[in-house]
């Protein structure tokens, strides 16, 4: 029998269970004991006007009736194929989801990542930020899960495709919370979670097949002309090896700036794109919750309170992007004597600070200002990023200490000084950012803060602290491909793929556009 599904029930903001089961026998006019089990398949936060309720869907069993578990894992094919094995760059969310479809496929891939595993890059990335050492080679960007292991966690996405569910039932095989990954509507896992799925992942891609090296760069592609046709026959690896490859997955995210300069020189088309930069601005995070929640901040099942901002200010789009709640700022860059930021959470959401990028757009235009003549168009965007984050890291004293500025300094030019206590390590010291933002984007930066304060109480206070610089919102190019085939049009067998390709924008995104250049992979072997 079909369970009964009734939707957008108001729950009490500290309900239990007794209280689904009222609302379910209200909501059907039925007595309590013909109501079975009762399973909430989502729930989501009304929090209009600051008083906030919970409304959620729920699905009701007769008595005795089991409820069917809400996911399934990677169900991997039993007949291996016989085909090189396709290399995958990138152990991102898009290379781990593509190697996971590809042995759905029967297809056993061959990943590798120049950063290092999740438990040794997690002591890199400690010591990087107890110590300022920088890991070049395994950091915050590189290594076992991409950026997005060290993030919040989001699992969120606007993205309207029927493959989303499928990478949110696969986290869950591999030890995501159901509750916060299935039923939330804005789901999200956080790095404490991320961590051992992560190493669990791996395992079973490991063991049904796929072959993992970390610590592995891409040195080059070894090409062959067919009829014209550049095609990826193999490539070299800086472990030594040369592999047979007729496919490859370039997944390498968003941070991979020296491989996107070589790639260019060995003719993959790519153009530049927009992105946006701006900086992380941190606030107490009781201060976002009495400003969001009002009253009921900290009761039931609240947790610590978000935001999402957008506007139009002179010109150009200013949002809010990755924001993190009861989270922390930290150092992101992959090169040494350059700085940018990000932030990151862990499922809890429980540190004292909630954190957001404040960004605006960028484009071309503004990559010329920043980018040397001979710098090819399709690399300004990269250029534009080098040059602010060199800039950020020399404001901050050249030790990957971070220049911050409280917004109201900021609005009026003026340095001034931080508060003692923030999130980010190894430290903050006062600067003024609009001496390395580029100037044209100091008046939307201003006007978008002041909009931004009407709507959130304290938003501009002295307690807000804008930390810099956020510089890799995304990928400021695209690296070209055919939207049938989903193949570079200039190399035969090259899948550019995910967040470094300029194909997605976050785990999910990322995730989906493996999966379906797995996909095209496995038809054109078919």
């Not at 009762?38 to 008083?51: G, Q, Y």
């Not at 990028?357 to 534009?384: N, Q, S």
Request: with cysteine; aromatic share 6%; net charge neutral.
């Amino acid at each position: 029998m079909c369970p009964k599904k009734i939707e957008n029930i108001p729950l009490p903001l500290a309900y239990d269970t007794p209280d689904l089961h009222a609302a379910a026998a209200d909501a059907l006019g039925r007595p309590l004991e013909e109501i079975g089990a009762v399973r909430m398949i989502r729930r989501s936060l009304d929090a209009r006007r600051r008083s906030p309720q919970f409304l959620a869907n729920l699905e009701i069993f007769s008595p005795g009736e089991d409820p069917a578990p809400l996911w399934n894992g990677p169900q991997y094919a039993a007949k291996q194929s016989t085909k090189t094995s396709p290399l995958i760059v990138g152990a991102g969310p898009a290379g781990l989801f593509a190697a996971l479809r590809l042995l759905e496929h029967g297809i056993k891939p061959l990943v590798i990542d120049r950063g290092a595993p999740v438990d040794e890059r997690g002591r890199h990335v400690a010591d990087f930020r107890r110590n300022g050492a920088l890991n070049e080679e395994s950091n915050y960007c590189y290594g076992e899960g991409g950026a997005g292991t060290f993030s919040d966690g989001k699992l969120y996405t606007r993205k309207k495709h029927v493959l989303v569910r499928t990478v949110l039932e696969w986290l869950v095989a591999f030890g995501a919370p159901e509750f916060e990954t299935l039923i939330e509507s804005r789901p999200h896992v956080g790095t404490n979670y991320l961590i051992p799925i992560l190493k669990k992942l791996r395992e079973d891609l490991q063991a049904h097949g796929a072959e993992i090296r970390f610590h592995t760069r891409l040195l080059r592609f070894l090409y062959q002309n067919d009829g014209g046709e550049q095609k990826i026959v193999g490539a070299e690896l800086s472990d030594g090896t040369h592999v047979e490859c007729e496919n490859v997955i370039l997944a390498t995210g968003h941070s991979a700036r020296p491989l996107y300069r070589q790639l260019l020189h060995e003719g993959v088309a790519m153009e530049s794109k927009p992105t946006a930069i701006g900086f992380r601005l941190e606030h107490p995070q009781e201060m976002i919750d009495a400003s969001q929640f009002g009253a009921s901040a900290g009761k039931g099942h609240l947790g610590a309170a978000s935001y999402r901002l957008a506007c139009q200010a002179d010109g150009r789009g200013v949002y809010s992007f990755c924001m993190c709640p009861g989270g922390f700022v930290i150092p992101t860059p992959v090169r040494d004597g350059h700085l940018n930021v990000n932030g990151m959470s862990n499922s809890n959401r429980g540190g004292p600070f909630a954190n957001s990028a404040i960004v605006t757009t960028v484009d071309a235009e503004d990559y010329a200002k920043l980018a040397a003549p001979d710098v090819p168009p399709a690399l300004a965007g990269l250029a534009f990023q080098d040059a602010l984050e060199q800039a950020c890291f020399t404001l901050g004293g050249g030790s990957y200490i971070a220049p911050a500025q409280r917004i109201p300094d900021f609005l009026r030019g003026r340095t001034g000084d931080v508060p003692e206590k923030t999130s980010f390590r190894p430290g903050i010291q006062a600067a003024d950012l609009t001496t390395i933002l580029p100037g044209q984007l100091h008046g939307p930066l201003r006007e978008a803060l002041q909009t931004f304060a009407r709507k959130i109480r304290g938003f501009d206070s002295r307690e807000a602290v804008a930390i810099g610089l956020e510089t890799t919102t995304s990928a400021p190019l695209q690296i070209l491909r055919d939207n049938q085939s989903l193949q570079s049009p200039t190399v035969g067998g090259l899948y550019p793929c995910g967040e470094g390709a300029g194909f997605a924008g976050g785990i999910v995104s990322s995730a989906i556009d493996g999966i379906r250049v797995a996909d095209a992979i496995a038809d054109q072997q078919a």
